[in-house]
């Protein structure tokens, strides 16, 4: 009995085109990527700059620590050195110090004090000469010169005038020492704000640094990841183009249907295994020029 085979195929040009595709798509699918491409298209993160390392530095610095050291590829901070673990504005609460106590005067009296004082006095004794001159001359002229009375007199005035003096002098003194306090207390009180406004002004240079350190960190992340995406767009653009390609052969087949050709087969007589081998044979042929293969 007669048997006869039919093969539907695509139009010549529809079977081409798909073939073409299929290897092209077997060819870029069958290349792994390179390590350079892997590596330019993989997440990187920028690295420390100089600003954000020295706003480190000068926050350490302020902390009493020493020297810090950077990681050459990441730029994160490693280590720090030996500091002398003093911060920033103990030096000013160590000043702050020595004005205070019972000797704190000391250092701010003044040199022309000793001066003041002998000049005041040389004045204080010369007038009392004149005054005890006075004495005299009055005892003179009432005819009591040498008397009792006028001795009383020049005694009294004596130990009145060693008295005054030694009044006039504690009080030359206490006046020096007085002032020399307030300037120490006011000394104390002038490093004690140093050592409050230190920190203040160096916190404010450190968060400048920092902030101008998170700009320029930025800017460098966006160049990164700018690069990165380029990288993924160069190894994905010969896929988009075939996703184009495997798109427009579809809506060909599916949407614009091709009158194909048909090949037909007519055995003269029944064929016996070796013939259905060779008929199965030339279906999957068929199927397989179709698919490409």
């Given at each position: 009995m007669?048997?006869?085979?039919?093969?539907?195929?695509?139009?010549p040009?529809?079977?081409?085109?798909?073939?073409?595709?299929?290897?092209?798509?077997?060819?870029?699918?069958?290349?792994?990527?390179t390590?350079?491409?892997l590596?330019?298209?993989?997440?990187?993160?920028?690295?420390?700059?100089?600003?954000?390392?020295?706003?480190?530095?000068?926050?350490?610095?302020?902390?009493?620590?020493?020297?810090?050291?950077?990681?050459?590829?990441?730029?994160?901070?490693?280590?720090a050195?030996?500091?002398?673990?003093?911060?920033?504005?103990?030096?000013?609460?160590?000043?702050?110090?020595?004005?205070?106590?019972?000797?704190?005067?000391?250092?701010?009296?003044?040199?022309?004090?000793?001066?003041?004082?002998?000049t005041?006095?040389?004045?204080?004794?010369?007038?009392?000469?004149?005054?005890?001159?006075?004495?005299?001359?009055?005892?003179?002229?009432?005819?009591?010169?040498?008397?009792?009375?006028?001795?009383?007199?020049?005694?009294?005035?004596?130990?009145?005038?060693?008295?005054?003096?030694?009044?006039?002098?504690?009080?030359?003194?206490?006046?020096?020492?007085?002032?020399?306090?307030?300037?120490?207390?006011?000394?104390?009180?002038?490093?004690?704000?140093?050592?409050?406004?230190?920190?203040?002004?160096a916190a404010?240079?450190?968060?400048?640094?920092?902030?101008?350190?998170?700009?320029?960190?930025?800017?460098?992340?966006?160049?990164?990841?700018?690069?990165?995406?380029?990288?993924?767009?160069?190894?994905?653009?010969?896929?988009?183009?075939?996703?184009?390609?495997?798109?427009?052969?579809?809506?060909?087949?599916?949407?614009?249907?091709?009158?194909?050709?048909?090949?037909?087969?007519?055995?003269?007589?029944?064929?016996?295994?070796?013939?259905?081998?060779?008929?199965?044979?030339?279906?999957?042929?068929?199927l397989?020029?179709?698919?490409?293969?």
């Open positions: 007669a048997e006869t085979t039919t093969i539907a195929r695509p139009a040009y529809l079977e081409a085109a798909g073939q073409t595709y299929l290897d092209l798509l077997t060819k870029r699918t069958g290349q792994a990527p390590a350079a491409e590596q330019a298209m993989s997440p990187q993160i920028a690295g420390q700059n100089v600003l954000s390392q020295q706003a480190q530095q000068q926050a350490a610095t302020q902390a009493g620590l020493g020297a810090l050291t950077f990681d050459p590829t990441t730029g994160a901070v490693t280590g050195g030996q500091g002398t673990g003093i911060a920033g504005y103990q030096p000013f609460l160590q000043q702050a110090q020595q004005y205070t106590g019972p000797q704190a005067y000391q250092q701010f009296m003044s040199p022309y004090q000793q001066d003041v004082i002998s005041t006095l040389s004045e204080f004794d010369r007038q009392r000469q004149i005054a005890q001159q006075q004495i005299g001359a009055g005892a003179v002229g009432a005819g009591a010169f040498g008397g009792a009375r006028e001795g009383i007199q020049q005694a009294e005035f004596s130990a009145q005038s060693l008295q005054d003096r030694a009044a006039l002098e504690a009080q030359l003194r206490q006046q020096g020492f007085q002032q020399a306090s307030q300037l120490a207390s006011q000394a104390f009180a002038q490093q004690g704000q140093l050592a409050s406004l230190q920190p203040t002004l404010q240079q450190v968060q400048q640094l920092g902030a101008a350190g998170t700009q320029n960190l930025a800017y460098q992340q966006a160049v990164i990841d700018a690069q990165r995406q380029a990288a993924q767009f160069q190894y994905q653009e010969p896929y988009t183009r075939l996703q184009s390609l495997g798109a427009g052969i579809t809506g060909l087949i599916s949407g614009y249907p091709q009158p194909g050709f048909q090949q037909t087969t007519t055995p003269s007589q029944q064929g016996g295994p070796l013939s259905s081998a060779l008929s199965a044979a030339a279906g999957v042929y068929g397989g020029t179709l698919f490409g293969r």
